[in-house]
């Protein structure tokens, strides 16, 4: 269902990322715009959950027990965006020589040295606009989640993602800029903890 690509562990890939930056702290923000339409996009599927909940409670059993489940997923969603449009402002991802940090998602940076791997998850063969960070060890159990972070994990497991999920979606960089980024830091602190 799921596959990682982007590997930053090979010789190959470290030479690409020579030419971006990484002594520099970079911080990037949560686009409003992108917040509200995902707001709209939620109400409406949990709209449509009612809808179906209602339709399937009287028929079937198994359906309504998943169309529940889609029910709370888009209800933790729609919480999630309105926190973050409320009480999130400045920089929401941070990017600094010495880790990496998703204020959405962890209350601690995440140092470099701990990143086994990067990649990029893709879902039918296509970008899901979520780079996964892949700690060496039992690293990620020990990471003090925020609520937001908690609350997706099982259904981060159920897509079969391992790792910690990124969403890039609600950010003011691309994807794929963002992405280049935290393999050149990967890449860079690999090279420095080498020397």
Not at 64 to 90: N, Q
Not at 127 to 155: F, V
Request: glycine share 6%.
């Amino acid at each position: 269902m799921a596959h990682e690509i982007n590997s930053a562990t090979s010789e190959v890939s470290l030479n690409i990322y020579d030419a971006i930056g990484t002594s520099t702290v970079r911080g990037f923000r949560q686009s409003s715009t992108k917040l509200l339409f995902h707001l709209v996009l939620y109400l409406s599927f949990i709209g449509g959950s009612i809808w179906l909940t209602w339709e399937f409670y009287v028929t079937d059993d198994a359906r309504f027990l998943v169309v529940l489940a889609c029910l709370a997923f888009f209800a933790v969603a729609l919480v999630a965006t309105i926190h973050r449009l409320l009480v999130l402002s400045g920089d929401v991802v941070i990017l600094s020589p010495e880790g990496f940090h998703d204020l959405r998602l962890t209350a601690k940076l995440v140092p470099w040295n701990l990143i086994e791997d990067v990649s990029d998850w893709r879902l039918r063969g296509k970008s899901a606009s979520t780079i996964i960070l892949k700690l060496h060890g039992d690293a990620e159990d020990s990471l003090p989640l925020t609520l937001y972070g908690r609350s997706m994990r099982p259904y981060e497991r159920l897509l079969g993602i391992q790792g910690i999920a990124v969403h890039t979606w609600t950010l003011d960089i691309s994807h794929v800029r963002l992405l280049r980024l935290v393999h050149a830091y990967v890449a860079a602190a690999k090279k420095s903890d080498s020397a």
